[in-house]
């Protein structure tokens, strides 16, 4: 098992430039997660997906949007990206709630 | 709001003990706490369910006190490899799976 998987690991953008952040996991859980961490900072929650067909706001989704493509995928889309966005991002899967988040290797993205 | 940790920083010798606290403004269900070590992603190392029940660490253990809506995580006869960055996480709305991390407190552990 591969478990969560992101891509690209690294990511280099221009103001303004679009990309999306792929993610997948192979651990048939049902919730999955986008976080940004800043350098030398904590996790901020950007989105989340309880379930395959439903996406919710988390705490910083300015400037982003998120797609469920189905039960294995949650793809994190920046429109316009800015230099504000430059961070590294983190997808997780849990399943059920209440056990532990299983984090994806990251995916560092530069926005000049 | 985000759970605040404390300290936001410590630094040991091996061998010693440490306490991370972790306190929220909102009714904790349930309490996650994860190690991150640098470069890397965070990792699992204990759940505290309400009621009491923990899982997670051979090493290191963790209270869970529901009135005061903070845990606390205790690392005993701290190791090198204890060294990273530990979070609480918690689930903020119950009924919902919003799940948010604590502010985060690095820890280094010196030979």
């Known amino acids: 098992n591969a478990g969560v998987t992101q891509t690209p690991k690294f990511q280099v953008l221009k103001t303004g430039q679009s990309m999306t952040l792929q993610c997948a996991q192979d651990m048939n859980h049902n919730s999955m997660y986008w976080y940004r961490q800043d350098p030398g900072m904590g996790l901020r929650l950007i989105y989340y997906s309880a379930s395959e067909g439903t996406t919710d706001k988390g705490e910083v989704p300015n400037g982003y949007n998120v797609s469920r493509l189905n039960k294995r995928e949650f793809s994190l889309r920046l429109e316009s990206a800015a230099p504000s966005q430059t961070s590294v991002y983190f997808c997780a899967s849990t399943q059920p709630i209440y056990n532990e988040q299983f984090f994806g290797p990251g995916t560092r993205l530069t926005v000049l | 709001q985000q759970p605040v940790q404390s300290p936001q920083a410590v630094i040991l010798r091996e061998g010693e003990d440490a306490v991370i606290n972790c306190s929220s403004s909102?009714?904790?269900?349930?309490v996650h706490w994860y190690r991150q070590k640098h470069g890397e992603a965070p990792v699992f190392l204990m759940i505290?369910?309400?009621?009491?029940e923990q899982k997670g660490h051979e090493k290191i253990s963790a209270s869970f006190n529901e009135k005061k809506q903070q845990s606390s995580l205790y690392l005993t006869a701290s190791q090198l490899s204890y060294s990273g960055t530990y979070f609480c996480g918690t689930v903020q709305d119950p009924g919902t799976y919003k799940y948010i991390f604590g502010t985060g407190t690095r820890l280094k552990v010196l030979a």
């Open positions: 505290l369910l309400k009621g009491g």
């Open positions: 909102k009714a904790l269900y349930s």
